[in-house]
């Protein structure tokens, strides 16, 4: 089974409309982290979260750390065609040479 | 340009081809990562250089072979591979200052490989 589960796996919103995606590891946390995927290309780093209770805002994206839960959510505010692509949660198991990442949620965002 | 340079951007090979794939990055990061993306399935991390060390996933088939012969340039030899190897192959870097730290790794923008 994977060790971080994302959800919903896929998403499809209207332009303007709010979303979340969440993220949830069956391990502890020593970090979590955010990337985008555009269709086909590499991963770019959005943000990461270190500590429980972390919130951390870029743009229209916000992330959120909850240590107990083991869980993360990521919410975008007003989405925009330009938000579209997948987005997929990441962590390390704390040896520093590890790094795995969630399930993904693909979004596409409707003009 | 993120930093992170991996060649070819698109492979064909026959199953008994031989080829490499090329990564290339200057930011000074000592940790460098193959990951495969295959359609509708989660990003596997198939082998890690760190520090010196490799550290690889017992699952991926020995018919993938990684090089690293410095901490800037990561290779990933093919050799007789199969049809459903045909994936995203992507390189990563990244800088880890030890156990517990912040380790944010740079993507390259991924090798597709079609395998005949």
């Known amino acids: 089974s994977q060790e971080l589960e994302q959800s919903p796996q896929s998403l499809i919103v209207q332009e303007g409309k709010n979303l979340t995606i969440n993220c949830t590891s069956s391990k502890t946390l020593y970090g979590l982290y955010w990337y985008k995927q555009k269709y086909g290309e590499g991963l770019i780093f959005l943000m990461m979260?270190?500590?429980?209770?972390e919130e951390k805002s870029h743009e229209k994206i916000t992330a959120k750390l909850d240590e107990k839960k083991q869980q993360s959510s990521l919410h975008i505010t007003a989405s925009q065609p330009s938000h579209a692509g997948i987005y997929l949660c990441?962590?390390?198991?704390?040896?520093?040479?590890?790094?795995?990442f969630g399930t993904g949620t693909s979004l596409t965002v409707i003009p | 340009e993120t930093g992170v340079t991996q060649t070819p951007r698109h492979l064909v090979m026959g199953m008994t081809n031989k080829k490499s794939l090329k990564c290339e990055q200057h930011?000074?990061?000592?940790?460098m990562y193959w990951y495969k993306q295959s359609a509708k399935k989660p990003l596997e991390l198939m082998f890690v250089?760190?520090?010196?060390?490799?550290?690889e996933n017992n699952s991926v088939p020995s018919r993938f072979s990684p090089e690293c012969p410095n901490s800037s340039h990561l290779f990933l030899h093919l050799h007789t591979l199969q049809p459903e190897d045909s994936a995203l192959y992507l390189c990563a870097s990244s800088l880890i200052r030890g156990a517990g730290g912040a380790n944010v790794l740079t993507f390259g923008a991924g090798s597709r490989l079609t395998v005949l």
């Open positions: 990441g962590a390390d198991r704390g040896t520093g040479n590890q790094f795995y």
């Open positions: 930011l000074g990061h000592n940790a």
């Open positions: 979260l270190q500590k429980g209770g």
């Open positions: 250089y760190s520090l010196e060390e490799r550290v």
